[in-house]
Nanobody
């Protein structure tokens, strides 16, 4: 499988900003879908933002206009820029990549999750 490493997050005041990053360890990938999800205590994990291989990006209605997903394909990394944060954005944020990786002999499918990073919006 493919390891995803998340960074960013922390405590931020309402109206503030934070940027999350998620990097895939390795070199040769064909990404189909890369996205960000979040989960609050006692709730299901919900989609926040997702980008397909064709670069089409979609956002949950609750974050449209405030969050931006971007990519650095040279670094196999995606970012989630979160602006104008609200207390309801408090959650553990997870990245998820789906696609194929080269193992030296062929392409293998993978579906990997990051370890999760806490974002707390509070004054």
């Amino acid at each position: 499988q493919v390891q995803l490493v998340e960074s960013g997050g922390g405590l931020v005041q309402p109206g503030g900003s934070v940027r999350l990053s998620c990097a895939a360890a390795g070199r040769s990938f064909r990404f189909n879908i890369r996205g960000w999800y979040r989960q609050s205590p006692g709730k299901q994990r919900d989609l926040v933002a997702i980008v397909s291989g064709s670069s089409t990006t979609n956002y949950a209605d609750s974050v449209k206009g405030r969050f931006t997903l971007s990519r650095d394909d040279a670094r196999n990394t995606v970012y989630l820029q979160m602006d104008n944060l609200k207390p309801d954005d408090t959650a553990v944020y997870y990245c998820n990549f789906k696609g194929k990786f080269w193992n030296g002999r062929g392409w293998n499918e993978f579906d990997s999750w990051g370890q999760g990073t806490q974002v707390t919006v509070s004054s």
